[in-house]
């Protein structure tokens, strides 16, 4: 059987090694995950595939990147992720768009953007809502984007501080086994949102700012009692809050406040019979005007290839 060829032209050929990566390791990834074959010789590209919608998907892809080089800006792994998951599920006209978006700087003074539509929908509802949830499987940046939009908040004085928090409730695990207070029990449980704090402000600074208080990372039940006002609050793991929970940490809700509740419904470890506070609060506020619930699917993880299609395989949609 002939095989579909589409050729196409670089704009320049020293676009090559920063479109296809070093040693062709982007172009691999492109072949690997759309079942292509693309060989060039200076600026031209031949794209070799079985039918001609694969052949095409494989060349807006890389057009798609060669944008970003012209643009000046670096290619890296996740980007090729990002282009091919756009283009599988036919959105590889937004792709530039993502990029026009610089969140931050981190702690390396390296921008952060957006990596998928499904994030864009995720800070545009931050930006207009009281409350946002964002619910949906592992991987998909929700903790690292609500990390990202608190320092933003901080750093542009619309919030004074930081409240990051979560319930103590582990998968087959009880907290009282683990040595020290209830504070260092819970640490090892928020470890992504101190790698986020950690990767944004960098560590010393990070630290700096938990001692003066500006930022507080806490257990669930540290929040009871108390109104948070001028905060950028997030509520992470929030499948594992009970109902009582739920309704208590939302009405902690102070003035000039803001806040974010992250959870995955396909990974509740409370015990059987009791409900999750997240499912009880999509089914009891979806009505509120100033509360909106953002939806992530396997179709949204950022990470490696492969883990998408472990979620996928779980049935975690």
């Known amino acids: 059987m002939n095989k579909n060829s589409i050729e196409f032209k670089l704009k320049n050929p020293e676009d090559a090694s920063l479109i296809f990566g ?33 052949g095409e998907r494989a060349r807006k892809a890389l057009q798609a990147l060669q944008v970003l080089v012209s643009r000046g800006l670096p290619v890296h792994t996740s980007d090729v992720v990002i282009a091919v998951k756009m283009v599988l599920n036919d959105d590889i006209e937004n792709f530039t768009t ?25 800070v545009d509802s931050v930006k207009h809502h009281d409350i946002v949830f964002g619910i949906g499987p592992a991987g998909t940046g929700k903790t690292f984007l609500a990390v990202v939009m608190s320092v933003q908040a ?34 090892p449980y928020l470890r992504p949102v101190y790698d986020a704090l950690f990767t944004i402000l960098g560590k010393t600074a990070t630290e700096r700012m938990m001692e003066r208080g500006i930022i507080e990372i806490a257990p669930l039940a540290y929040m009871r009692g108390r109104t948070l006002d001028d905060a950028f609050v997030i ?16 009405t902690r809700l102070g003035f000039n406040s803001k ?19 997240l499912i009880d609060a999509k089914d009891k506020l979806n009505h509120v005007d100033a509360i909106d619930f953002v939806y992530f699917t396997s179709k ?16 975690d949609e």
Not at 102 to 117: G, S, V, Y
Not at 260 to 273: A, F, R, Y
């Open 22 to 54: 070093v040693q062709d390791k982007y172009l691999k990834l492109i072949e690997t995950q759309l079942g292509v074959e693309v060989n060039y010789r200076g600026e031209m590209v031949q794209i070799l595939s079985d039918d001609e919608a694969t």
């Open 98 to 122: 993502l990029y026009e978006v610089e969140l931050t700087k981190d702690a390396n003074n390296k921008p952060i953007r957006l990596k998928n539509l499904g994030q864009k929908t995720y």
């Open 154 to 187: 901080l750093r542009n004085g619309a919030v004074k501080r930081i409240i990051l928090t979560r319930p103590a409730v582990e998968a087959g695990e009880s907290l009282g086994f683990l040595p020290g207070d209830l504070q260092e029990k819970v640490d």
């Open 235 to 250: 509520l992470d793991e929030a499948q594992n809050t009970t109902t009582m929970q739920m309704k208590m940490f939302l």
């Open 259 to 277: 806040m974010i509740v992250n959870g995955d419904t396909s990974q509740i470890d409370l015990p059987l019979k009791v409900k999750s506070g």
């Open 300 to 315: 949204d993880v950022v990470r490696h290839p492969v883990v998408a299609e472990i979620i996928k395989a779980y049935g």
